[in-house]
Nanobody
Framework: QLTLVESGGGLVQPGGSLRLSCAASGIISRFPAMAWYRQTPGNQRELVASVTSGPTGTNYADSVKGRFTISRNNAERTISLQMDSLKPEDTAVYYC??????????????WGQGTQVTVSS
């Protein structure tokens, strides 16, 4: 069993930064891959970034590559998303997820409640 709780969202001006955190109640080292998704009203959840324990490392959506950095700390059971150079189109609810890597990221049905990120002047 795994419970995920996201935090760190808020309102930020374009060009600003936010750091999202996801705290896990279970042992995340059991899950070889973790990820952040985001969702805007009326749209499906979009995979933003994933991180694996193996050689695959990190992967990013083209829209955030070079601006976002995902990391995981198995000992502290946390997954983080550092978001820099934020743009209005980054506005969304961001969700943490546990999954697996099979040539691409595949989510398990473990989701947090989400944290709202709003980028606006």
């Amino acid at each position: 069993q795994l419970t995920l709780v996201e935090s760190g969202g808020g309102l930020v001006q374009p060009g600003g930064s936010l750091r999202l955190s996801c705290a896990a109640s279970g042992i995340i080292s059991r899950f070889p891959a973790m990820a952040w998704y985001r969702q805007t009203p009326g749209n499906q959840r979009e995979l933003v970034a994933s991180v694996t324990s193996g050689p695959t490392g990190t992967n990013y959506a083209d829209s955030v590559k070079g601006r976002f950095t995902i990391s995981r700390n198995n000992a502290e059971r946390t997954i983080s998303l550092q978001m820099d150079s934020l743009k209005p189109e980054d506005t969304a609810v961001y969700y943490c997820n546990a999954g697996r890597w099979v040539g691409e990221y595949r989510p398990y049905d473990y989701w947090g409640q989400g944290t709202q990120v709003t980028v606006s002047s």
